[in-house]
């Protein structure tokens, strides 16, 4: 069948209609190979936490990623936002959770600021959601709410986490001084991205699973040096901690097409007038890519 319209020639109409089918088909492959989000409830103590899941296409069963935002949350128009439907998320979080269900894995993401009415909260010198407790009791609820998904691989649960989200990742693996009271499987492996490795590393952090841990040398948000310290000083007491350091990246290095700037009234910066750099390194994003993937799929 051809198709016929006044004053185009037929090489210009098959020009335009192999042009249109291949602009229908690459419409087509992305929609298709996008990764769908969905906005969840999870349970964690008295809260109900939002949380926007990413899953692969099937029944599954797949691995799983308990994923954990900045102090900035989720998005910044999320964190007091309590309408319906599919909520906004930032686009360094799509790009890893798209990243990660193309290899097969779910990912989950609770909003633990939004989810308790609060706002962004770099700038705040005193957190009421606190790392070292809340946030670590959110990120195994999180693992909880995993486990018990018929799609979800219940021992193949791992945990990935940026800057807070990191630094309580670091906290949610560190080895237990009791007994262990939950019989669900653990996180499999973790990795935290530019975590503050301070608090940790002063209080003889060791990992009961496999940790890896991603920072950039030039960081001065959370330095890298104490994160060499903290592992150094775990080996031999630790179920595995690796941490790569890439030479002149910086804070946020992970998000694509960021420019390098300056934040300001950031707190318990290293930098009293609490400014620090963020941005991205190409070199360091792709390499955090390929290494997150590889640490999971062990």
Same mark, same amino acid.
């Given at each position: ?58 029944? $599954? ?116 001084? $009791? ?44 330095? =890298? $040096? ?38 300001? $009234? ?21 390499? =955090? ?10």
């Amino acid at each position: 069948m051809r198709l016929f319209m006044p004053g185009l020639c037929a090489a210009a109409l098959d020009r335009q209609m192999r042009n249109l089918a291949l602009s229908i088909a690459a419409a087509l492959i992305l929609t298709l190979g996008a990764a769908a989000a969905e906005q969840v409830e999870v349970p964690s103590g008295d809260v109900k936490l939002r949380a926007i899941l990413y899953r692969p296409a099937g029944a $599954g069963p797949f691995p799983a990623v308990v994923a954990l935002h900045t102090c900035d949350g989720l998005d910044a128009s999320l964190v007091t936002s309590s309408g319906g439907g599919e909520a906004p998320i930032d686009q360094r979080y799509r790009a890893w959770a798209e990243h990660l269900t193309a290899a097969g894995f779910a990912v989950l993401f609770p909003d633990s600021f939004g989810s308790r009415g609060l706002s962004p909260q770099c700038h705040l010198r005193q957190l009421p959601v606190r790392a070292s407790r809340t946030r670590s009791n959110d990120a195994n609820a999180a693992r909880h709410w995993l486990q018990a998904q018929p799609f979800v691989i219940a021992d193949r649960v791992s945990l990935l986490g940026w800057s807070h989200g990191a630094t309580t990742a670091l906290w949610a693996v560190r080895r237990r001084t $009791g007994p262990a009271h939950d019989t669900t499987p653990d996180f499999r492996s973790a990795v935290a991205l530019y975590p503050n490795c301070q608090r940790s590393g002063n209080s003889a952090w060791s990992a009961r699973i496999p940790t890896l841990i991603l920072i950039g040398r030039a960081d001065d948000w959370t330095p =890298a $040096g104490a994160c060499e310290q903290m592992v150094a000083d775990a080996r031999g007491r630790s179920a595995g901690a690796l941490i790569v350091v890439y030479p002149g990246a910086y804070h946020d290095f992970d998000r694509a097409d960021l420019p390098l700037h300056e934040r300001t $009234g950031i707190r318990n910066a290293p930098n009293p007038a609490g400014r620090v750099h963020i941005g991205t390194d190409t070199a360091a994003r792709t390499d =955090a890519f390929k290494r997150v993937l590889e640490w999971f799929a062990r």
